[in-house]
C-alpha cells in the first residue's frame, strides 16, 4: 500500500491551510492592509505571534483577527507566525514545520518552536 502524500504546494504559495482569497474585486480595510505590511516585515528566519503583529500595528487582544487576515491574504510569509504559546496549530504543522524548520528553527514533539528570538 503506497501512503498518499499531501500536496502543500498552494497552501506554501498562498497561505495557510485552510486559505481562501479574498475575492478579486476586494479592497483592504485599514486593519487588513496593516497586517499585511506587518507580517511582510516577518524575514527569513524570524518568527513572531499574532498578538506581536496585533500590537506592532496598534491592535493589541486583535491576534484573531490578525489570523483571520492570514487565511485570506495571499502570498505572506504565514508561516512565521505563531500563535502566542509557541505551540504550532495541529490543522498548521504539517505544513508549517518543513517551512520553520528550514529557516534554522527546532520545533518539539508538542509542535512548540524553539527560537532564540
Known amino acids: 500500500m503506497v501512503a ?22 476586494h479592497e483592504l480595510t485599514p486593519f487588513q492592509a496593516a497586517v499585511v505590511d506587518a507580517v511582510e516585515t516577518v524575514t527569513y ?3 513572531a505571534t499574532y498578538n506581536d503583529i496585533a500590537d506592532e500595528i496598534g491592535r493589541p ?6 489570523g483571520n487576515v492570514l487565511r485570506h491574504a495571499p502570498d505572506l510569509p504565514w508561516w512565521r507566525i505563531v500563535p502566542s504559546h509557541g ?6 504543522e504539517r505544513t508549517q514545520r518543513p517551512l520553520l524548520e528550514a529557516e534554522g528553527h527546532s520545533i518539539t514533539a508538542e509542535r512548540r518552536v524553539l527560537t532564540d528570538q
Open 4 to 25: 498518499e502524500v499531501e500536496d502543500n504546494t498552494d497552501s506554501v504559495a498562498h497561505g495557510p491551510p485552510g486559505w481562501e482569497p479574498w475575492p478579486d474585486d
Open 87 to 92: 505551540r504550532l496549530y495541529r490543522t498548521h
Open 61 to 66: 487582544g486583535s491576534a484573531q483577527a490578525v
Open 45 to 47: 528566519g524570524e518568527v
